[in-house]
């Protein structure tokens, strides 16, 4: 993983340059954000692919070129994971706390179709899946958020019950709206400087809920698709939400075959 810095900012746009939409995508942002990206962007974390991919589409304005540079780095990239021996270890599960909660949230493409998924473990064991909150012109950061702000809720639940929670999350943005940069918010009105705060009902609700129980409980940040089992199926809830197009947020009723879950894919 990488922290976005301002040298790494200016790795990828070169001075008085503007940023590209192929750019945004890569840092989680969004077209509106485009004047706004360096105060949005610096401490968030990016994959070691984003990054190196933001740092490549350096002074490329050329839209054709930029989806070229993105299609031939996939391409090595597929080629170095295939070309890695797979390692025999079993996926590693959870270990912290009585109670842990995995949230995810996808979209495709960004924007596009939206859906959020929530894994729990209870005891070290997958007790329960959850998806939905469908959305036909949502964001990744719509998805994360709402992923999170269901997990606050089913984290509400087990407390009463004197239960230790964590809930981990691998969108730095949806946990530094809630924790972090919602508390200058809320003493500015609810405003930022520079613009609107985008995705402002959902981070209220989220904030609002979390102040309540953050005693209680404990949000951390996971790498993404690094083999963690629960990471790896909330993000296959966030597909399931969006072939099954649910809008509502369920508990996944079928039978729980972890590697069957696994091998989901976005059709």
Sequence with gaps: MQIVTKLLLSLGVEDKAEISESQLILLGLEADDKSQYKALSLGKQLSDARAELFVLLRGVADKDIQDKIISNYKDLQKFRKEDTPKKEEQIPKP??????????????????????????????KLSELWYGLYEEMGTNNTAELGALY????????????????????????????IRTWAISWEKKGWTKKGGEIKNLDIIKLAYALYQKIKKDIT??????HAGFEGNELADRMTIYAIQEKNKSFVQYSKNIDIAEILNMRVS
């Design 95 to 124: 270990q912290d706390g009585d109670i842990t909660i995995y949230c995810d949230g996808g979209c495709t493409p960004n924007p596009g179709k939206a859906g959020s998924g929530v894994a729990i473990y209870k005891n070290n």
């Design 150 to 177: 269901e997990s606050l809720l089913l984290a509400q639940k087990e407390i009463k019950t004197s239960k230790k929670v964590e809930i981990k999350c691998d969108s730095m943005y949806s946990i530094n709206c």
């Design 219 to 224: 949000l951390s940040h996971i790498k993404a």
